[in-house]
């Protein structure tokens, strides 16, 4: 019992702890993305995605050193903000509180994870059925530009009667799934910028990191702060597979003619599967940056309000939180140590400044020293009279 004790506070407090910690991470992307001008779509994908993982592995850390503490049922609280008696309130709601929340984040979990392991096996359903294959020029064309762009893996390419838009699955075996109404509908030079925009994605490694920080996702479920972090990591990798395409000199009109025609058809949601079309709501600045259009950068009231909401939250949890963490029971010891040290100079010194007035008037010293200091101190205030 003692050791699932351990286990739901320490999860409790990391848990309680990754809100500042991601809240921290994201104030960060946000001021280095907002002081450096001119960095690329790539650049900000890799940024968000290095430090949503560096958020989760400082969740880890949180919680493997809390576990692995000697006494972590204890919560030990410094007494920098509040008084003895209310750190003693606070300890015992958290002690009482943590393994409640920590059972019921357990029991909610089931949901998302759910989710995810249901989405993983539909992307392995459509990379093995309803596959027919696709007309050798397509693939001798995958083939020529995979080489080209130095990807070593063999990619494969098919249509697939389950996909409504161009999608990208696997890792080690790169998959390209083509729907027949894209080959039906969209002209040779679209279908190709389609096709190098997911050859981008594979260049990338982006399933991969698509993989990891959907997991994430599903352990920080309740975490705002990943959910931003996923949300700049989707739409920064979008627009820097585009701008690949643009690099091949294919035309910027003919190619947001096909995102919009994609997205058109586009009727299913595979989270985990990287298609062309992208998130719905990011397509429109999509297709404004491929054709050109540069709206005047103009103060984002909601980037601004979000961003204050970021430092709230480190500023409002810190001074909870920074010097306070479940610990051994030494901690408590030094921390009342400490205190009664300053209690009791603030003592010495207050006795020394009343001996040194009161060494003006010798004769009133007689209620503050010893009898025999008093009978000394006495003879020679009758003496120098």
């Known amino acids: 019992m003692t050791g699932q004790a351990n286990f739901l506070q320490s999860l409790g407090w990391a848990v309680l702890n990754s809100l500042w910690q991601l809240a921290l991470l994201w104030v960060v992307y946000q001021v280095?993305?907002?002081l450096v001008r001119g960095i690329r779509s790539s650049t900000k994908s890799a940024l968000a995605s290095a430090l949503l993982i560096g958020g989760f592995?400082?969740?880890?850390?949180t919680f493997f050193a809390t576990y692995y503490d000697t006494r972590a049922d204890q919560v030990i609280l410094s007494a920098s903000f509040m008084?003895?008696?209310?750190n003693h309130q606070l300890n015992e709601w958290?002690?009482?509180?943590?393994?409640?929340a920590s059972v019921l984040y357990l029991v909610l979990l089931v949901i998302p994870f759910f989710h995810f392991i249901r989405n993983y096996r539909y992307v392995q359903v459509i990379r093995s059925y309803g596959l027919t294959r696709i007309n050798v020029?397509?693939?001798l064309f995958?083939?020529?530009?995979a080489s080209q762009m130095n990807i070593r893996k063999k990619v494969q390419i098919w249509i697939s009667e389950f996909v409504s838009s161009p999608v990208t699955v696997g890792f080690l075996k790169p998959v390209i799934l083509v729907p027949l109404a894209a080959v039906n509908h969209l002209t040779?030079?679209?279908?190709?910028?389609?096709?190098l925009h997911e050859l981008s994605h594979i260049k990338r490694l982006d399933y991969f990191v698509n993989l990891v920080i959907n997991f994430i996702q599903v352990i920080l479920y309740f975490n705002p702060f990943v959910k931003a972090f996923v949300r700049i990591v989707e739409r920064e990798r979008e627009k820097s597979c585009d701008e690949m395409v643009l690099q091949f000199q294919y035309d910027s009109h003919e190619y947001a003619t096909a995102l919009l025609t994609l997205e058109k058809a586009n009727h299913q949601g595979q989270a985990l599967?990287?298609?062309a079309a992208g998130k719905k709501n990011d397509l429109l600045q999509r297709v404004e940056l491929i054709m050109g259009v540069h709206k005047r950068s103009l103060i984002s009231f909601s980037k601004l309000a979000g961003l204050m909401a970021g430092v709230l939250c480190v500023i409002a949890l810190n001074a909870l939180l920074l010097f306070s963490r479940p610990g051994n029971g030494s901690r408590a010891m030094e921390f009342t140590h400490l205190s009664s040290h300053f209690n009791t100079n603030e003592k010495e010194s207050a006795k020394a400044a009343a001996v040194v007035e009161e060494t003006e008037h010798p004769g009133q010293i007689v209620n503050k020293l010893r009898p025999d200091v008093a009978a000394t101190s006495n003879a020679l205030a009758a003496y120098t009279k």
């Open 32 to 34: 280095i993305t907002g």
């Open 57 to 61: 592995g400082w969740f880890l850390c």
């Open 83 to 86: 008084d003895a008696e209310g």
């Open 94 to 100: 958290l002690r009482q509180t943590l393994p409640v």
């Open 137 to 139: 020029e397509w693939r």
């Open 142 to 145: 995958v083939n020529r530009v």
């Open 188 to 195: 040779t030079q679209q279908l190709e910028a389609v096709l």
């Open 273 to 275: 599967a990287i298609a």
